[in-house]
Antibody, heavy 121, light 107 residues
Framework: EVQLVESGGGLVQPGGSLRLSCAASGFTFSSYWMSWVRQAPGKGLEWVANIKQDGSEKYYVDSVKGRFTISRDNAKNSLYLQMNSLRAEDTAVYYC??????????????WGQGTLVTVSS | AIWMTQSPSLLSASTGDRVTISCRMSQGISSYLAWYQQKPGKAPELLIYAASTLQSGVPSRFSGSGSGTDFTLTISCLQSEDFATYYCQQYYSFPYSFGQGTKLEIK
């Protein structure tokens, strides 16, 4: 059974940093692109970032470029999102998701339960 | 970036109704479109990918159509468990993007 379990969310002050983790199991993690998607309270879904199987390609939404870094450790079956210079507008539930097709241009077929990040003083 | 217009934002319907949700792109994306269902407090679930392919385990009352710039999600006979929020997503090019969402509520 595919499982994705996020952790690392919490309350952080504006300008602070946080590192989210996503532990994957039930599939060959190193064979799949992975994504982070977020959802602000009461709002819609926003794609945040994607990373290729070997980490050689990374893509970000403009609003987080230069502040967020997606990474992965295939030996630990883990996906990460390092978030720096956090702003109030980054407050959201952050989901990790598996990209269905090995090629990358594909939908997300499995999602974690999400972890809440709150940026507030 | 590709802009998406999803409509309507709110849809009121009754059990047994047939409903359609639209997603329009600012440029052609071939069939690189997915539809997701999200219930309150839960993660999104994949319903349809490649515009019209039903994800395994999804009831056949859900269907998707379209290509290029105009896409539609149809639910043929609404069941109580279908009242939720629905999102389209394009994965044709980065940055990927989602529609604004359609909340399907009980009339």
């Amino acid at each position: 059974e595919v499982q994705l379990v996020e952790s690392g969310g919490g309350l952080v002050q504006p300008g602070g940093s946080l590192r989210l983790s996503c532990a994957a199991s039930g599939f060959t993690f190193s064979s799949y692109w992975m994504s982070w998607v977020r959802q602000a309270p009461g709002k819609g879904l926003e794609w945040v970032a994607n990373i290729k199987q070997d980490g050689s390609e990374k893509y970000y939404v403009d609003s987080v470029k230069g502040r967020f870094t997606i990474s992965r450790d295939n030996a630990k079956n883990s996906l990460y999102l390092q978030m720096n210079s956090l702003r109030a507008e980054d407050t959201a539930v952050y989901y990790c998701a598996r990209v269905a097709d090995y090629g990358g241009n594909s939908e997300s077929d499995y999602w974690g339960q999400g972890t809440l990040v709150t940026v507030s003083s | 970036a590709i802009w998406m217009t999803q409509s309507p934002s709110l849809l009121s319907a009754s059990t047994g109704d047939r409903v359609t949700i639209s997603c329009r792109m600012s440029q052609g994306i071939s069939s690189y479109l997915a539809w997701y269902q999200q219930k309150p407090g839960k993660a999104p679930e994949l319903l349809i990918y490649a515009a019209s392919t039903l994800q395994s385990g999804v009831p056949s009352r859900f269907s998707g159509s379209g290509s290029g710039t105009d896409f539609t999600l149809t639910i043929s006979c609404l069941q109580s468990e279908d009242f939720a929020t629905y999102y389209c997503q394009q994965y044709y090019s980065f940055p990927y993007s989602f529609g604004q969402g359609t909340k399907l509520e009980i009339k």
